[in-house]
């Protein structure tokens, strides 16, 4: 089955706990996403990569790192966790060959105390 | 800076009735996306939109794009409970790196009631 998955699922840290949320997606994209969601401001990129070892900031990248060593894992680092990065967060990939139609994985909520 | 603004934001429907979802953005785009995301889920795509006068259908939802207006809409026909959820439009567009991205809007909740 084509799918994007995520893990954790659900996460509690406290602040200034490093923590990795991974993501990998078994369709051979080229393209992989992060993004936040926050209430009234729906899907914010936080970072993107177009292939392995290509990766570039979004929107809102500020406290978070990723690496694409493989195509298909794509994870979300965050060095040092604030409240302030509590969130909805979705891991999404696509192919660029016709669209950049995105699949998203099932989301990782983060509560950071 | 590329906006993307849905209205309404919030849509309370009676069962039966007709209504429309308005996705207006700020930039030349060819390519629109509609999602659908239910409470505590993940997003499912519903529709691609390629080219200007696209329209697209399934079910009780149809998708049509007018890139000179930059505009798109969807169109709810004889709402049913089970379409009760959040529609997010996105914008595809390419930046300064020559790649594309997704800019989207900030969600319609729809919630459809007897």
């Known amino acids: 089955e084509a799918q994007v998955t995520q893990n954790p699922r659900y996460l509690i840290t406290v602040t200034g706990k490093k923590l990795t949320v991974t993501c990998s997606q078994n369709?051979?994209?080229?393209?992989m996403s992060w993004y936040r969601q926050d209430p009234g401001l729906g899907l914010r990129q936080i970072y993107y990569?177009?292939?392995?070892?290509?990766?570039d900031k979004g929107d809102v990248p500020e406290g978070y790192k990723v690496s694409r060593k493989e195509k298909r894992n794509f994870p979300l680092i965050l060095e040092s966790p604030s409240p302030n990065q509590t969130s909805l967060y979705f891991c999404?990939?696509?192919?660029?060959?016709?669209?950049?139609?995105?699949?998203f994985g099932p989301g990782t909520r983060l509560t950071v105390t | 800076e590329l906006k993307v603004e849905q209205n309404p934001l919030f849509l309370s429907m009676q069962e039966g009735k007709n209504y429309t979802i308005y996705c207006n953005y700020s930039?030349?785009?060819?390519?629109l996306y509609w999602y659908r995301q239910d409470p505590g889920k993940s997003l499912e795509s519903l529709f691609v939109?390629?080219?200007?006068?696209a329209v697209k259908q399934e079910g009780r939802l149809m998708a049509s794009l007018d890139t000179k207006a930059r505009l798109s809409t969807l169109h709810i026909t004889a709402a049913v409970h089970d379409l009760s959820a959040t529609y997010f439009c996105?914008?595809?567009?390419?930046?300064?790196?020559?790649?594309?991205?997704?800019?989207f809007g900030a969600g319609t909740r729809l919630a459809v009631h007897p």
């Open positions: 930039t030349t785009s060819d390519r």
């Open positions: 369709m051979n994209h080229e393209y």
């Open positions: 939109l390629l080219s200007n006068g």
């Open positions: 999404a990939s696509s192919s660029d060959r016709d669209t950049y139609e995105q699949y």
């Open positions: 990569s177009m292939n392995v070892e290509v990766t």
């Open positions: 996105a914008v595809d567009t390419m930046f300064s790196g020559g790649y594309n991205k997704l800019i």
